[in-house]
């Protein structure tokens, strides 16, 4: 086991730090930069399905969900088609509209949840075309989907999953420019800056670790005996503050809740004193304005912020207690090297409370019981 784990001390620490390797093993021939074309076989097989879709469901459980929120946000954008995202457990036992004009995206890790998998078989018994994101080859769900795109992250040991998540971000980003370009939403100017921006991704999440790991280590350790935390974050980095908040729920049992940003007046602001961390991602593209001003709130009733900003910023970072650059990209890949440090700012504080961080308890890798 220690010759896996290659020197790291936990499995979690090195999925962490292969992420510049496996975000790029999961985009190896298929984005082609100099060429200007994605080439996905499984949507390109099936191009009609996707451009006569009345909707795109998508549907899939803890971190798998959190990439499919990300996912409605670039599919909308992009390549403007309508998209719901969906809990596999909830989808199913709500007797759901589906059409054989929908296109039901499901996202595992694992491709063995068990809910998944039953939300998938009744949107096919309903003549959906259905499409699998998974990370492990030949699985459950790979074998009924209809068609399909492997993330390639390679096996993820770690309960708490890191760089499964990175690599279905890295693919939904792919189907949604590749679909953009292709109904025509996305022109050709965009569409080339942003498969720049995209290949650009595995060096900047390098960076991230290179620079952030050992900051990172440090305000862990002020927090090790916190009892809660708000993680914040606005249009793509919402969800991305979702997971944030799982990670350290997950691995470091501290109650963690993840918020959009603007809704924190109506309900979490009430909790703010100075007893209550507040984890804010705040990138200057995507709402930067407006970040500023929920941290005004924040630090008029005494929060301790831990800021993810953009190299050299200064507005949120002279504002907050503890300050973590990460390099700018595009609004719609910030999530991807955003939870880089959120990923080992919960691992940190796991470890110093002592948790084990590969095994937590009550939680299972894959979970195979409705
Ligand atoms: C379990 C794992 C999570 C994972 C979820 C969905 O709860 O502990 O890390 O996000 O299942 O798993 P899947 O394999 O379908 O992505």
Known sequence: EQIEKSGYEHFMLKEIFEQPKSVHDTMRGRLLVEEGV??????WDHIERFKNANRIIIIACGTSWHAGLIGEYLIEEYARIPVEVEYASEFRYRNPI?????????ISQSGETADTMAALKLAKEKGAFIYGICNVVDSSIARI?????????????????TKAFTAQLTILSLIALKLGKHN????????????????????KIEDVLSSTHELVQNIAKDFVNATNF?????GYNYPAALEGALKLKEISYIHAEGYPAA???HGPIALIDENMPIVIIA???????????????????????????????????????????????????SPIVASVPLQLLAYYIAVYRGANVDQPRNLAKSVTVE
């Open 38 to 43: 994605i080439k996905m076989a499984g949507i």
């Open 283 to 333: 990138p200057k593209k995507g709402h930067y304005d407006k970040i500023v001003s929920n941290v005004q709130e924040i630090k008029a009733r005494k929060g301790k912020v831990i800021a993810v900003v953009n190299n050299g910023d200064t507005q949120v970072s002279e504002m907050s207690d503890y300050v973590i650059e990460i390099p700018e990209t595009s609004e719609c890949f």
């Open 98 to 106: 589906i059409t054989d004009k929908d296109v039901v995206i499901a």
């Open 263 to 265: 809704e924190m007046k």
């Open 184 to 203: 025509g939403n996305l022109g050709n100017a965009d569409f080339m800056s942003l498969i720049a921006e995209l290949d650009a991704i595995p060096k």
């Open 145 to 161: 989907t209809d068609a399909g795109s492997y993330t390639h992250a390679g096996p993820e040991i770690g309960v708490a999953s």
């Open 230 to 234: 708000l993680y914040l974050g606005r």
